[in-house]
């Protein structure tokens, strides 16, 4: 791949949407959710898919290891800590893959190097040791040194060169706290390229946090400059205020091919359904005016630009809303729409159901187009983000009345199955989200803490379904739910307990929370 991509500007698509988008505190996904994802991302065409860090837990081992074996195309990689323990473990999950990779990073910045307290001499001996064990393992090798925009000009260079010698095959350079600028992206790759031996050897990738909202227009410059690899994830989800979005940079060299003339190899109609599968699994909605997958993206169709879209829709589409993959009916279904038809219309939109996720799935959609009347792709989107596993369901809503109104305080009158057996309670509040929210925790007492709920109306009308998020944290586990009704004092108790839900299982996990695992110990 390396000299391929060079000259012929083919641009390499990296995925970290499991790994460093996984990181946002509450968007850890499950296993088969992971899967799910790779699986899309292995079918969009993503050149390599970052799986995750073995290390960091068992779930996030075995998570890599079975995508590793599952991969039809794409390479896989997984993340390890400039500590040969980490690398071994790293192997061990990837190397099922038709096609590993092993990616070791260090945090080379004076402020980086402060936390496992080495000096130059020292950290520049790890990277040579660490790179060479993983090299020795496997043919491919990423080596990243973090925080690589604030380290020495004259120390990126020596360790580069480095790791280099030491057989990396691609050199990432993060912009670890999206803190550079699009010609200082630029300026950097185009000094590494000149200035480092052995440079025109390898492949040189640009890795940006979106933190000045910078990501997407660095990594263009870092291209542009040079570099051939692209760190992404998809909704450009991440740590903080994430990374480069995969759709941005894909679509960009797309649209603007005549002013960046590289080519990827993603099939960009892919984008919208795995852009809906990311933010269901993740917990994080994508807000409404974000670039090419935002749900006013392609508004105009039926705003004030309408006019102008009918004599010729160039006038104010840069894009076609079908080279994303959305469809352009939005209407789909209403209460007499079969149970066929309801698997087709998932299907289009990304979901695969089995047959008794379908038979659940159908029973609420048929309870939905009872009380509405028109039924929307994002309402059978929000549907779909609310179905969990039954197993892993140990606390149910089965009813719950609330009065509320201008005298206070409002009450909530709960029934709920813990475990299989029904429990009441009535209890008050200040207001009946609060007074709902009491009556869960009077009768499954936690001390897990409310770090954040979010409403959203999912489509239009007083008889839209409500969408509500909830982020939860317990000793450092973070952990969200979400849920969605035309009645949103309901889908914030369903909310809730998804959530609580979900800490069930990661309680039940035991084992290494990734919480525990400190990302900057190398010591
Ligand atoms: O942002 C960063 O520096 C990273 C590294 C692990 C590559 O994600
Ligand atoms: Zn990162």
Redo the contacts with the bound molecule.
Sequence with gaps: MTQDTKTQDRVVIFD?TLR?GEQSPGATMTHAEKLEIAGLLDDMGVDIIEAGFPIASEGDFNAVSEIAKNAETSVICGLARAQIGDIDRCWEAVKHAKQPRIHTFIGTSPLHRAIPNLTRDEMAERIEQTVTHARNLCDNVQWSPMDATRTELDYLYRVVEIAIKAGATTINI?D?VGYTAPRESADLIRKLIENVPGADEIIFAT?C?NDLGMATANSLAAVEAGARQI?CTINGL??RAG?TALEEVVMALKVRNDIMPFQTGIDSTKIMNISRRVAAVSGFPVQFNKAIVGKNAFAHESGIHQDGMLKNAETFEIMRPEDVGLSETNLVMGKHSGRAALRDKLEQLGFEVGDNQLKDVFVRFKALADRKKEIFDDDLIALMRTSSDPEDERLKIEKLAVRCGTEGPQVADLVMEIDGERHMTTQTGDGPVDATFNAVKALFPHEAKLQLYQVHAVTEGTDAQATVSVRMEEAGRIVTGQSADTDTVVASAKAYVHALNRLLVRREKGGKDKAEISYKDVS
């Design positions: 970290t460093d993060p670890t890795h946090h760190e991440g740590e990374n």
